[in-house]
């Protein structure tokens, strides 16, 4: 049976507009290689993508105790690295999904979540 795993992507705050050309390809190329080994381990990446700068970003407060929802836009200065991107993974097993998450390339660090199962709750 396949489980599921969600692989967050922290890094420094980024400006995909002043990334050259030369970079971003070469970024993708690591993301296209993750992709094969991924592909190669008998796994599969059922979704993922790059995540716009927190300054597309907006905080939202839900709604609490009849007060209306707050919401701030970014950039979030108390952030220093942020989620960037996202994977998620079908894997055989949480060994698996830790062996894949290394893989990830990044010029900051992961996290990986187990997905929750939700059928039959």
């Not at 790059?50 to 905080?59: H, K």
């Not at 200065?77 to 996202?86: A, N, R």
């Amino acid at each position: 049976m396949t489980q599921e795993f969600i692989v967050l992507i922290f890094e420094p705050e980024w400006d995909p507009a002043v990334v050259s050309e030369e970079d971003w390809m070469r970024v993708m190329q690591a993301h296209n290689g993750f992709t094969k080994a991924v592909e190669d381990a008998g796994a599969q990446i059922l979704g993922g993508d790059a995540l716009q700068p927190s300054n597309a970003a907006v905080r939202i407060h839900p709604p609490k105790d009849g007060k209306p929802a707050v919401f701030t836009d970014g950039p979030f200065s108390e952030t220093k690295e942020l989620v960037t991107g996202f994977y998620k993974l079908g894997v055989r097993d949480a060994d698996q999904a830790r062996e894949l998450a290394a893989l990830v390339p990044t010029s900051g660090w992961v996290e990986l979540y187990p997905v929750l199962e939700t059928t039959g709750m």
